[in-house]
């Protein structure tokens, strides 16, 4: 049986294609094949696969028309359609290393689903990473959570066994809006009793995510211009030690900002438990002044209460002399 089958979902982006391609045709193991997951593709981008297709046996086209959103339901196809249970999947703008295939299937050996050490490739070609280890219980909780957007998880770098996906009670289908697909999807994947994840120690994946960085107003050759030298880097001879060494220093470097973030939350936490205490004694002192108007108040019921006790008494004593007045005037006519 085929060892791993990589899903690459396709559109709109004949520049890219090509390269993506053939990062994973050229991983260490060669068992493989490559699903495009089409999704109602333009004409430039079936010209390119009907080279890619005809240039490597391993490559399969599934030709679907254009779907809702991503087309996301023919994902769920594609896996039915795959001739293996280890599931890759890859955008058709990033690249892989050529052990990509290799780490995770060993981590598949062990786990249902498994991950490159995740991050992205900057324009100024520094790595920034996505805080993520599948294997920590808490870090899947936060996926799992709806009251905030907590993902990790990529279609790029991620993968997962046969076995999970039909145990899934949901399969992939058209994400909500206000989701991101792979994170609508995999959380499904994640409640499942079945579900054993891990992340690797290694970024065996290149992300060049369309919507960071600016790059959703690039133009096609611009996209692909970014690419040629990554694709360079990644066929060559040492490749993955040069991504190492680049994720150790993008390591360094998001420490010192995240410290420095850090130091600016924590002034601006101290301030507002200063202002959080200033306001306090100013309550506690509205509270004082509301208690001694409230005792005032009171004080000022009291003597009004007693001042209409008095008028009416003095009411009274003015009717019984209203009264004797009138028997006085009675008598003397």
Sequence with gaps: MTRASVLIPIHDKPTTLPLTVDTVLRQTVADLEVLLIGDGVTDDV???????????????????????????????DAVQEARSDAIFYLCDDDLLLPDHVADLLSLLEEHSFVQSLNGEVRPDGSVRFYAADLGDPEVVAMHLRDDIRFCSVSITGTAHTRALYDAADDRWDTTPTGWWPDHWQFRKLMRH??????????????????????????????????????????????????????????????????????????????????????????????????????????????????????????????ARKDEVIARLRAKTG
């Design 46 to 76: 079936r010209a390119v696969v009907a080279e890619l297709t005809d240039g490597d046996e391993r490559v399969r086209f599934l030709d679907f028309p254009k779907g809702p959103h991503h087309g996301e339901r023919y994902r769920h």
């Design 193 to 318: 009793p079945s579900y054993s994840g891990a992340t690797s120690s290694r970024m065996t994946a290149l992300q060049f995510p369309t919507s960071s960085d600016g790059r959703d107003t690039w133009s096609a050759e611009a996209r692909v211009e970014e690419l040629r030298p990554w694709h360079a880097l990644v066929v060559a001879p040492g490749a993955q030690d040069e991504i190492d060494r680049r994720c150790e220093s993008g390591r360094r470097e998001q420490l010192v900002e995240e410290r420095a973030t850090i130091a600016l939350l924590q002034r601006d936490l101290a301030w507002l438990r200063a202002e959080h205490e200033q306001t306090t004694e100013q309550k506690d002192w509205l509270r004082s002044k509301f208690d001694e108007s409230q005792g005032h108040l009171e004080w000022l019921k009291g003597q009004h209460a007693a001042a209409l006790a008095t008028i009416e008494r003095l009411d009274a004593k003015v």
